[in-house]
């Protein structure tokens, strides 16, 4: 299994660019599942759950075909250079998401709502429990029933099934829910007459989702709040759509710098969406300065505690709670995390503790005490946040770090010892055999 070796405490400068974001990818890539018409994805970032994701939509029928940009070559969105990837399902080969490819990343499960409204039809495994807590995915289920779907479980699958066109409805989530959010959000665009989905999530992410699905002819109103409108049609056509920039990226290399008191312009990238994170950022004392190509962020010595609550968007996000963490153990004086979007998500707590952080936790919440120096220490990585926040904390602290298990890191970011390195980071990777 491969390592990351870092050699700490150095200040990083330079440029980091700013990928495509993964949350965005993942649902465009499942509604490419409700058209036979290709859905031409650009500034794509090329990670390991993205390649899951197309080996899933394979297996339902998918032809998928993928082009690097050349040197030089910019994509419609200012500064983004990921790829072009274009997704045709002519035809459902399967509507059955299998627990093999299920159980590798949650996300697998927004094939449901597609396939449902395209086909009548679904069989999806369950995703089970994963590192940070139990997931369940009853929200989804329950809204798809309100829309015609009949739910069965047996052996581990969940069976939806639909006798002729899902119908219209108003659904209220009882709780803020993405991917809920998100397979509502697919499978109304294809049912008769209107949904209205209460309570929605507003991420940036499925704000491109339903601006999406409208280049591919569906009517959704009301983007960007907690109220969307979808009108549904009789079928969706071809579109061309770019991903969105990578919040929690930005945000993880926005730390880099803050944490090693260096200086970074973050390319193609927006503070829009990640206003809560760059405002606790700023009241630390982190400087924060939009350019033309993106955002600086550069730090000097004495930054302050600052508390933070993990909350829906466009609250401080859950996928930057153990990033934050790094920075805090850092930092002068207390300040106190709260974790209110997943029930165990403090994991990376007794790893950061090795570097010498001095942290709390009580309940839902971490008090952290910053330390004017840590100490690098081998340590082991546990989900895919927690990994970069042990990145993070080694590239602050002093001598030697060992990160254990990093292929977790590879879910979620594109060339991650490259970039760091071009702003000066001591790191490389191991392989572990
Ligand atoms: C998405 C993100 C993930 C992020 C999370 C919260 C993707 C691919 N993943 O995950 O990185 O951490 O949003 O911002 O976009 N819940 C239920 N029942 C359900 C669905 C959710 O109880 O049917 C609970 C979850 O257990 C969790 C909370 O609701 O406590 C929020 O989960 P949700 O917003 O659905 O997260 P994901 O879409 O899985």
């Not at 993205?50 to 940009?69: K, P, V, Y």
């Not at 008769?192 to 491109?208: D, H, L, Q, S």
């Not at 809560?276 to 505690?305: D, H, R």
């Not at 466009?314 to 963490?325: I, L, N, R, S």
């Amino acid at each position: 299994m491969d390592s990351i070796r870092i050699r700490g405490g150095k200040p990083l400068t330079g440029d980091i660019a700013i990928g495509g974001a993964k949350n965005a990818a993942l649902p465009l890539m499942a509604a490419s599942l409700l058209t036979p018409e290709p859905l031409t994805l650009t500034n794509m970032p090329e990670l390991a759950d993205i390649s899951t994701m197309g080996n899933l939509l394979r297996q339902h029928g998918a032809r998928i075909d993928q082009s690097a940009l050349g040197a030089g070559e910019c994509d419609d969105e200012a500064g983004a250079t990921g790829r072009t990837t274009t997704l045709r399902s002519d035809k459902i080969a399967s509507v059955t998401a299998p627990y093999d490819l299920v159980r590798r990343m949650r996300a697998s499960v927004l094939v449901l709502g597609p396939l449902i409204a395209r086909c009548g039809e679904a069989k999806v495994s369950l995703p089970g429990g994963c590192a940070i807590g139990t997931r369940p995915v009853d929200l989804h289920l329950k809204a798809l029933e309100q829309l015609g779907t009949k739910i069965e479980l047996k052996q581990g699958y969940v069976h939806a099934t639909v006798p002729k066109r899902l119908k219209g409805t108003q659904i209220v989530f009882p709780k803020v829910t993405v991917g809920g959010t998100e397979n509502i959000l697919m499978a109304a665009t294809l049912a008769e007459g209107e949904t209205v989905i209460e309570n929605a999530a507003r991420e940036p992410e499925i704000a491109n989702l339903a601006d999406c699905l409208n280049a591919m002819g569906a009517k959704i109103s009301g983007i960007g709040s907690g109220t969307l409108r979808v009108t549904g049609v009789e079928r969706l056509h071809a579109a061309k759509v770019a991903v969105i920039p990578d919040r929690i990226e930005t945000g993880t290399y926005a730390v880099a710098a803050a944490i090693t008191r260096g200086r970074i312009e973050l390319k193609g990238t927006r503070i829009e969406l990640l206003e809560s994170v760059f405002s606790a950022m700023k009241q630390a004392g982190v400087e924060i300065t939009p350019t033309s190509s993106g955002i600086v962020v550069a730090a000097k010595n004495g930054l302050a505690g600052v508390d933070v609550m993990t909350e829906p968007y466009p609250g401080f996000p859950t996928d930057m709670q153990a990033q934050w963490m790094a920075l805090m153990a850092t930092a002068s004086g207390a300040s106190m995390i709260t974790e209110t979007i997943f029930e165990n998500r403090f994991m990376h707590v007794p790893e950061l503790t090795r570097f010498g952080a001095d942290v709390n936790v009580h309940g839902a919440s971490a008090i952290v005490r910053g330390r004017a120096q840590l100490s690098g220490a081998p340590v082991m990585a546990t989900d895919l946040r927690a990994s970069v926040s042990l990145v993070l904390a080694g590239l602050a602290a002093s001598g030697e770090t060992m990160v254990n298990r990093v292929y977790h890191l590879d879910r979620g970011y594109e060339r991650l010892e490259q970039k760091l390195e071009a702003c000066g980071a001591e790191i490389e990777r191991l392989g572990g055999g």
